[in-house]
């Protein structure tokens, strides 16, 4: 009998699905705490749909069952992504995982809330306007943009100016509306280099990122239908309400991190539109180098762009830097010269994050729009 019942415990062993029980312990006045991921039962990364169980002072509970094999993505929020955990460097996340083999218990601490960390009011130097929910029919979608106009703008009715076009259009600007409340300072550095005579005055177009953010700034998700409506809907109600510069010799872009990955896309893909790219601590690495081989298969002729491309050497940034070291060997094999029309630096001690963007921007304009 005592047989019978072991072997019966060893089969339901054997074949029931390991149990993940998550425990977080959040910053104190934390009244709800969701858990999102790449499973249905968490939601397919809806960071609204699982609400974790309060069972203490700021510590909530949560769990299920996962089969054997399964690798789980997950991260934590307090239900949208406005509101998603940072880490103890104030920086976003990766997607956490878990090779799912065997009753699994994640006891997690939350450091700090994104949406905690926003400074209250705006920082911004110079003169800014809002379009608001700006509908994307190749992506079916909204976001907003912003549009920085330089000093003489409005003194100036005859003159018509180069363009910038910035992804993540909210980190640019303003602190308030900037992850982690530190933004780019884009303003602050333009108006000082142009006061310096270093460079031309431009017009900044900061285009926010949607939630899908990722894909669309995958050239092989979504990618490509985001350059469709950056080229075909963006640029031409730019073009048409504001005094640009509207050929390729005056229109640049450039984006951070994944919006590296799609800032160099533009200009690689689309040189009729855009000749310079700002690839800042950009992911070459993802979508398996997706990117550097393609560059590693051009044989056609000069692209006849620039491009800039920086990164760190800390935390994310170095593991960033062997898929950049192949971009920039590749370039080189394709006739990119330092400082003509390939400006590539890295930045020692330098983190991934808007701090250490902000004070690699000086170099990056001065490049494409210098005097």
Same mark, same amino acid.
């Given at each position: 009998m005592f047989r019978f019942i072991l072997f019966s415990l060893l089969i339901v062993s054997a074949y029931s699905n390991p149990q993940v029980t998550f425990i977080v312990k959040a910053p104190d006045g934390t009244d709800q705490v969701t858990v999102t991921g790449n499973l249905d039962e968490l939601g397919n990364w809806n960071p609204a749909s699982v609400p974790m169980e309060k069972i203490g002072d700021n510590e909530f509970f949560f769990e299920l069952e996962i089969p054997k094999g399964t690798i789980l993505e997950y991260k934590f929020t307090r239900g949208s992504w406005m509101t998603e955990a940072l880490l103890e460097d104030k920086s976003i996340p990766l997607n956490h995982q878990l090779y799912v083999f065997c009753d699994t218990t994640i006891i997690y601490t939350i450091p700090f809330w994104k949406d905690e960390l926003i400074m209250l009011g705006s920082g911004i130097t110079g003169t800014v306007r809002y379009h608001k929910n700006v509908y994307s029919p190749q992506l079916k979608n909204e976001r907003n943009i912003v549009v920085w106009l330089p000093p003489s703008y409005s003194s100036n009715p005859d003159h018509r100016y180069p363009v910038l076009y910035l992804l993540d259009g909210q980190n640019c600007f303003d602190p308030k509306t900037s992850f982690a409340g530190q933004d780019w300072q884009l303003d602050e550095t333009a108006t000082d280099l142009t006061t310096r005579g270093l460079m031309k005055e431009i017009i900044m177009v900061g285009i926010y990122n949607s939630e899908d953010r990722k894909a669309e700034y995958s050239p092989v998700h979504r990618g490509n239908q985001y350059c469709d409506f950056l080229i075909n809907t963006v640029k031409p109600f730019i073009d048409s309400t504001y005094r640009t510069l509207t050929d390729n010799k005056h229109t640049a872009t450039m984006g951070s991190s994944m919006g590296g990955i799609i800032s160099f896309h533009l200009a690689w893909e689309y040189p009729d539109v855009f000749s310079m790219?700002?690839?800042?601590?950009?992911? #070459?690495? @993802?979508?398996? *180098?997706? !990117? @550097?081989?393609?560059?590693?298969?051009?044989?056609?002729?000069? =692209?006849? !762009? =620039?491009?800039?491309? #920086?990164?760190?050497?800390?935390?994310?940034?170095?593991?960033?830097?062997?898929?950049?070291?192949?971009? !920039?060997?590749?370039?080189?094999? =394709?006739?990119?010269?330092? *400082? =003509?029309?390939?400006?590539?630096?890295? #930045?020692?001690?330098?983190?991934?994050?808007?701090?250490a963007w902000a004070e690699q921007v000086p170099e990056v304009l001065p490049f494409f729009f210098g005097k």
């Open positions: 790219s700002g690839c800042l601590s950009p992911a #070459f690495f @993802v979508d398996d *180098n997706e !990117i @550097v081989l393609r560059v590693k298969g051009y044989s056609g002729s000069d =692209k006849g !762009i =620039k491009l800039a491309i #920086f990164n760190g050497t800390e935390g994310l940034d170095a593991d960033l830097q062997p898929a950049i070291d192949e971009m !920039i060997a590749e370039l080189s094999k =394709k006739g990119f010269l330092g *400082n =003509k029309n390939l400006l590539y630096k890295v #930045f020692k001690g330098a983190e991934h994050n808007e701090s």
